[in-house]
């Protein structure tokens, strides 16, 4: 099955150091900040936020 594209990201809340090593562990911290540049849709709750 092919990717779809995202209509949005919601970044729950959470403990942000680890969330932060995770998305770096992962190599999701720099597609995620080239979403967020590229102005699309991303709500953050809580540590979601503050990870932002």
Do not use: H, N
């Not at 770096?24 to 932002?52: H, N, Q």
């Amino acid at each position: 099955m092919a990717a779809q594209p995202l209509d949005g990201i919601v970044l729950p809340g959470g403990e942000s150091s680890a969330m932060a090593v995770l998305l770096e562990s992962f190599d999701l911290l720099e597609p995620l900040r080239a979403y967020v540049r590229a102005g699309k849709a991303v709500w953050g709750t809580c540590a979601g936020m503050i990870l932002l």
